[in-house]
């Protein structure tokens, strides 16, 4: 969304008006729960403590960002939890089936590249399908939700596929180290938003996929190849998936049929928490990730506390997330 | 079709005079492998099946899984109409749903052997087979009511919100609430690792003295363990898992102090159960009944019978 042109200098009233008010919400149901939590127990404020969020959020916020995208761009996907579990188990087997034959960085580098290239490959998949063979991205991501969850689990005979011990060791720093006091995850999240914020907000390409999402047709006759921008922001969600997977493996070592359950749903909430419209259009990656850490926040605070029985926390999360977005829906109608 | 093609193999045989024992089909749902204990279940059904077919030519074992109940309401009817199994052998996904489909299987005559979960009205199996949940919630709160002798500070990590989560949950408080130890809190962690690890950093962040945790499953034992060394608190406290997986018994086996012991659910009751019914049609000996397998303390001593490597879990 751009920032309205002013025609005259400058003043102080057009700053003020120039600041994008409305798209500041999303931070209000953060600074809420950042003061409950504070509230509620004083060991929240800690570094500790708000690294941890911080960490957990990175893999739902990095392949939201992904999310973001798409459903700018119109879509939805909701294969990625899956997408997720299936990568981490390759990438589990594969490095620990070529270990012998390289050192253990070399062998997690080369496990990376597998991930990067699977989830291209992966996201392009989808895009495709969607874009040429013309399925609905609802339809054509349920399959493939079903069928990476499917070949995850085959991978594992069902039990658990885990790394190498003397490989976790190697590759354990990725998740559980630091970078001038800062986990490492931070930064990637930190750096996939960045990178993700200006490719949606400061390029041609970014511009294409709100234009498509807010009228495909008029976006046709504009010239935009809208087949082409589409199947790019599924290959864009694959990229993020893979990124997120790098992340996530290291974490446990491990990877299940179980691992990445429902991320589909968190990551699409983390968006349209953080303000994007879910029929596409608009919508920003800087909400995002306010809408990510504010859904780590919660499972975060009602932890912390015993005042709400854990029967009732499904509820509590759901309250918030409903009560998050309605505060949005107040400031938009001014 | 089946049927009457299998009539007409049975009919020549007869004819031809020789001495042809006939067939029986034992049909098997389970729910899908959807986390680790039922991966087990999946891995120890298969090698039942292949014991039993290479023992006993004239069984033969149709496997089904489901990934919910009304699925294996659905791979029961095909058992029936498809496979026109002789007995079934079921893990009921859920109870309630699942009561009605099996009666009506009992109702034409197929024998029934319930597995795990109980049916919602009782007479309706031949043979169940079962784990016991309880004892599995007494036997942890046993070990760490006498490792902390009876007093201390404790975390609970619970499975997913479940009748048999229940049974376990309330028979260990039962113990610990004739004690001293102090539950400091419980919060649900699904069975799985991600969650156990991070119901975990939350616990520690909260709480600066914890003696012992209970995470009950061994999934929520692994992301418990990844989320204390990542504080550094391994040594201040021991973790209690349960059901048998391979990598915890491995550890309980090597002395590792952090999960010094481990209680048994095992996932290989669906063998047992495969095996009793089979019995019912290659012999005669008795075996209509209850069937509840305990759930020992896994120590040191005793880890190497309970150590399977080439299984999933």
């Not at chain 2, 489909?101 to 795990?116: H, L, M």
């Not at chain 2, 309330?170 to 969650?195: C, G, K, P």
Request: aromatic letters at 8%.
């Amino acid at each position: 969304m751009s920032v309205p042109e002013v025609a005259t200098a400058p003043t102080w009233r057009h700053r003020v008006r120039s600041v994008p008010w409305q798209q500041l919400t999303p931070l209000l149901g953060l600074v809420l729960l950042v003061v409950i939590g504070a509230l509620i127990h004083p060991s929240f404020l800690t570094s500790t403590n708000i690294f941890n969020v911080l960490t957990r959020s990175a893999f739902i916020g990095i392949i939201a960002v992904g999310a973001t995208f798409v459903i700018i761009a119109g879509g939805i996907d909701l294969s990625v939890g899956s997408m997720a579990a299936f990568l981490a188990g390759a990438m589990i087997m594969f490095m620990n089936a070529i270990r012998g034959d390289v050192s253990p960085v070399g062998a997690i580098l080369l496990g990376v590249a597998l991930v990067v290239v699977g989830g291209l490959v992966a996201g392009a998949l989808n895009g495709l399908a969607i874009t040429r063979g013309r399925i609905e991205p609802f339809i054509v991501t349920l399959g493939t939700l079903g069928i990476f969850r499917s070949l995850v689990t085959y991978l594992a005979n069902g039990g658990t596929i885990s790394l190498d011990f003397a490989l976790r060791g190697v590759y354990r720093p990725v998740f559980y180290g630091y970078f001038l006091g800062i986990p490492i995850p931070v930064w990637v999240f930190a750096a996939v938003a960045l990178v993700g914020a200006v490719l949606l907000h400061r390029t041609r390409f970014g511009r294409y996929v709100r234009a498509i999402g807010s009228n495909a047709e008029v976006a046709r006759y504009a010239a935009i190849r809208v087949e082409r921008v589409r199947t790019l922001t599924y290959v864009i969600q694959g990229l993020c998936v893979a990124i997120a997977v790098v992340l996530y493996v290291p974490r446990l070592g491990s990877a299940s049929g179980s691992t990445g359950i429902l991320w589909e749903l968190e990551a699409i909430a983390a968006v349209i928490i953080g303000g994007t419209a879910l029929k596409g259009g608009s919508g920003h990656v800087w909400g995002t990730v306010v809408g990510a850490v504010m859904l780590s926040l919660i499972g975060n605070v009602l932890n912390l506390t015993s005042v709400i029985s854990e029967y009732l926390n499904g509820a509590v999360q759901g309250l918030i997330i409903i009560g998050a977005v309605f505060l949005q829906r107040g400031r938009q109608g001014r | 079709m089946f049927r009457s093609l299998r009539t007409l193999a049975l009919v020549a045989a007869l004819a031809a005079g020789a001495a042809f024992a006939q067939e029986y089909v034992i049909g098997v749902s389970i729910p899908a492998a959807t986390h680790g204990w039922t991966g087990g279940v999946n891995w120890w059904a298969e090698q039942a099946k292949q014991r039993l077919e290479a023992t006993y030519p004239n069984l033969r074992i149709v496997i089904n899984t489901a990934s919910s109940a009304s699925e294996q309401a659905d791979d029961i009817e095909d058992l029936i109409a498809i496979n026109d199994i002789d007995a079934l052998v079921i893990l009921p996904f859920e109870s309630d749903p699942l009561t009605e489909p099996v009666a009506s299987v009992k109702e034409r005559g197929i024998f029934v052997t319930v597995v795990d979960r109980g049916l919602s009205r009782e007479g309706i199996e031949d043979v169940y087979v079962a784990g016991n949940n309880a004892a599995m919630g007494r036997v942890s709160a046993e070990y760490i009511i006498d490792r902390l002798g009876g007093q201390g500070k404790i975390v609970v990590l619970r499975g997913i919100p479940t009748t048999i989560d229940n049974e376990r949950f309330d028979a260990f408080m039962e113990l610990i609430e004739q004690t001293d130890i102090e539950v400091l809190d419980s919060q649900y962690a699904n069975w799985n690792r991600d969650d156990g690890f991070e119901v975990m950093q939350d616990f520690l962040t909260r709480f600066p003295e914890i003696d012992a945790v209970w995470a009950q499953d061994d999934d929520i034992t692994l992301g418990v363990i990844e989320a204390l060394r990542q504080a550094n608190r391994e040594n201040e406290m021991f973790v209690v898992g349960g059901a048998g997986m391979k990598e915890i018994i491995k550890g309980v086996m090597d002395g590792d102090p952090l999960v010094p012991v481990d209680v048994l659910y095992p996932p290989g009751m669906i063998a047992t159960a495969m095996e009793i019914t089979a019995l019912n049609f290659v012999s005669s000996v008795p075996i209509l009944g209850r069937y509840i397998l305990d759930s020992p303390l896994i120590t040191q001593e005793n880890a190497a019978d309970y150590y399977f490597p080439d299984s999933p879990f």
